[in-house]
């Protein structure tokens, strides 16, 4: 779509935003601070635009203190495409040393949760080392004060006892994000939007702590609740396959028989071929039909045009099973959910509570389900990436150009990785930059966030929870 705009028309970076509460500025400041101290000014420059996303713990004490700590920062736009992956997977048949190092997908909210998973697990290992005369002085981060999991007795399916862990009473877990995540966030449909109202009444430490409203689910045949891939651009439209009105279980149709020939070496009357059952005709969905409906950098799950799911669908899920991830859960006595989600540019209330919670109702019902639906409350900041930065808009633009993603660059960040020493990744290969500027070598070295070094670390930890446990 092209808008026409006047003669000398600039428009800010970022649209001016009102926001909700103190909280949600204090949650963005934070996080971009974090942003600013790791990763160098000539870097930041360099990409010009991008997204920042980062894990933040709320802590609270017995005097009243509150404070504030990012357990784990993503900065990235890109991921791996497919056709990379699949080279991989074929020379993996061969050589299974490089399986888990690439990190597929390096938008900024996935890197930031892998960085909190490995925040979370380094805690677990230095508390178990404590308890080892054995440990090495590996990777930690020991201040006590500072810790957000506390021990719990728990019991496995034998009933014997385990060594298990809960987040502290004191502590809250709050997500940002510098956009509305890709996919079902950003798409401005089904639902009329409405301004942020600042709420003054909250306090800096206070977050709005209202239920969200009832979705209607009105539009499902036009997408509303759909799933989408991130768009892979490798992949040309000479591959899309798309499946067929007459492939799709939906729309199949099926005519009477009206020949023998067409049964299945069965010979029948024609008073039995009359009988033969049809097929009801049902409507076409038509957010299946193609993708020209999704946001530009999606597609839907059937086209052929990606194969990594939207962050908003991501989010979504993390909202059903935790932030914690499968390698961390056998060693929590419950998930840990995020409490507040925090976002810059492109919020609107409805669309994100659809995106990220609310198109999942009905999950985890069970009453000895530990798996629950977590509906974080929704917050705007007006704290902005680019507080000066402005675009010149004059004369005929395509919506969106103006905006430009274009650096590989993608980084990534936690507490135990060191005060200024964030992982510097190309976006295209998933691997370690060599030297920060966007390319890598064959072997360049993996991220200490990638699902190699979380199984290490994890396996590391579950052989000192089995030793220990002999001394229960």
Sequence with gaps: MEQVHAKNAVRHAE??????????????TVSLDAYKSVVPKSHRDAMKQTCVAAIVAHYSNKCGNQSLRVLGLGVGTKFVSHDVIITEEQQNEINHSCYGKRIRDCHAEVLARRAFRRQVALEILTDLRKDSSSGNEAETDTDDDQSILERVECKDDGMQTKICYRLKSNVTIHFYASSAPCGNATLKKFVKMEKEVFDASLGPDEWPQSAHKPIGAHSLRLGQFALLVKKDISRNSSEVTLRSASQDEDNIVEDKVTTQQQLPEKKCDQAEIEQQPRRKKTKIWPCREDDAWCPPSCSITNYNKGTIHSCSDKICRWNCIGLQGSFLMPLLDVPMYMT???????????ICQRAVCCRAEGFGNSSNDKYKLNHPALMETNVYMDESGTHQMEGLKMIGED????????????????????????????????????????????????????????????RMCGAQRQHL
Excluded: M
Aim: glycine share 10%; aromatic share 10%.
């Design 15 to 28: 649209k001016r935003r009102i926001g909700t509460c103190q909280f949600a500025n204090r949650i963005a």
């Design 340 to 350: 507040t989600l925090t976002v810059g540019r492109k919020f609107s209330r409805a």
């Design 403 to 462: 905006a430009s993603f274009d650096s590989n660059l993608c980084w990534v960040w936690w507490p135990g990785k060191g005060s200024n020493d964030a992982d510097c990744i190309d976006g295209k290969t998933g691997l370690i930059a060599t030297s920060c500027g966007g390319e890598t070598v064959q072997n360049a070295s993996y991220s200490d966030v990638s699902t190699y070094a979380l199984l290490k670390i994890n396996l590391e930890i579950l």
